[in-house]
């Protein structure tokens, strides 16, 4: 960015970001448009009502949960604007978010068997903690 000034030009040093950084925060993207697609999905479920358990109290509880996954989404979006403006708040909501996905990917394998997405959703969220705990990314960060 160039800010000119009669006949000069100043220019505001810019330091490139590490790649473990950039590649963390599109990660966290991911763990974000996947919280958002999940908690869209239960809203339409609860929404139209859950065909196999017809109580509408389950399907009160169900829509929580729903916007409970969207506001997660909300979180990991902007923990990841933060990791990526190099802000030490944005590295620590990031790490605490992704370590949370992990325990969560950990006990949709547990309970759900070795199925594909919850395998993938598994090493995605083991990826992103790695990346963040990364010394380039932390410097980046402001961190150590």
Known sequence: MAIGFSSRTWSAPVAPRPAALAAAVVLMFLIGAGSAFVGALLLVLAAGGIA???AASVSAFVGLLGV?????????????????LGRPWGWAASL????????????????????PPVAAGLALTLAAAALLLVPSTRRASGIG
Do not use: E
């Open 68 to 84: 409970v996954a969207i506001l997660v989404a909300a979180a990991t979006f902007s923990a990841a604007v933060g990791l990526w």
């Open 96 to 115: 605490a978010i992704a370590l949370a996905a992990v325990l969560g990917a950990l006990i949709a394998l547990v309970t759900a068997g070795s199925q």
């Open 52 to 54: 196999v358990i017809p």
